[in-house]
């Protein structure tokens, strides 16, 4: 019964692939995030969707592309890896684009060789 | 552009002892604060909030905060400490409570370390 989950949990690859992460929630949530944490922990918002609408898009180099085929999923698809996207993911979801708590999935250690 | 800072990177405390973890932001708007902590190899999940009303918020787990808007502060404080507090705790600050989103940014967070 899993609220926010995420696959997979360690990804390891070589610079200039292509990979993605998947997010799922089950609490019927309206709004999802990504978030980067780096190695110092410093946790910061990529994207927002509300009912699949982007509503927050930060200072996100293009190769990141969210996609968010209905409102319990938002998947994070990466193109050309770099050294510098090694880091630790996590997804998000709240009800509601404002004032609600948000829950956070376990997160995706990516690791980039 | 609007940050959140948290005085103390690292914290280590010996159970029972009082915990008082700052925060302050920088924004000129409203805003809705929040604090967040992260178990050892688990995902964020919230501590306490303020929207508004009392500045002193009560949460989970004996934890408060105190919001002080002159200040830009929101101070979280526990009166005893448990070895199993030991986690990294985050502040964060909505800062789109004017706008028609959330636009939530975290403070860079304070590891705590509580010793038997």
């Known amino acids: 019964d899993t609220a926010v989950s995420q696959t997979p949990k360690y990804l390891v690859t070589q610079m200039g692939n292509d990979k993605s992460i998947k997010c799922e929630q089950n609490l019927g949530h309206d709004t999802m995030y990504w978030y980067k944490q780096d190695s110092k922990k410093f946790l910061k918002i990529m994207f927002s969707y509300n009912n699949k609408e982007l509503i927050i898009n930060e200072t996100v180099p293009n190769r990141f592309s969210p996609k968010s085929p209905d409102k319990a999923h938002l998947n994070l698809h990466i193109n050309s890896l770099e050294l510098g996207d090694s880091a630790v993911y996590f997804c998000?979801?709240?009800?509601?684009?404002?004032?609600?708590?948000?829950?956070f999935g376990p997160g995706t250690r990516l690791t980039v060789l | 552009a609007q940050s959140v800072s948290q005085h103390n990177h690292h914290v280590i405390l010996s159970e029972a002892a009082s915990l008082e973890l700052g925060c302050n932001y920088s924004?000129?708007?409203?805003?809705?604060l929040f604090w967040y902590v992260q178990y050892p190899g688990q995902h964020l999940q919230l501590l306490l909030k303020?929207?508004?009303?009392?500045?002193l918020v009560k949460g989970i787990k004996g934890f408060e905060a105190e919001f002080i808007k002159s200040k830009f502060s929101f101070n979280l404080r526990k009166p005893s400490v448990q070895w199993s507090d030991t986690a990294e705790y985050f502040c964060a600050v909505n800062a789109g409570v004017e706008t028609s989103y959330d636009k939530v940014i975290f403070g860079p967070g304070t590891s705590l370390s509580v010793i038997p």
């Open positions: 303020y929207f508004s009303g009392d500045p």
């Open positions: 924004y000129g708007g409203t805003v809705n």
């Open positions: 998000a979801s709240s009800q509601g684009r404002r004032f609600y708590e948000q829950f």
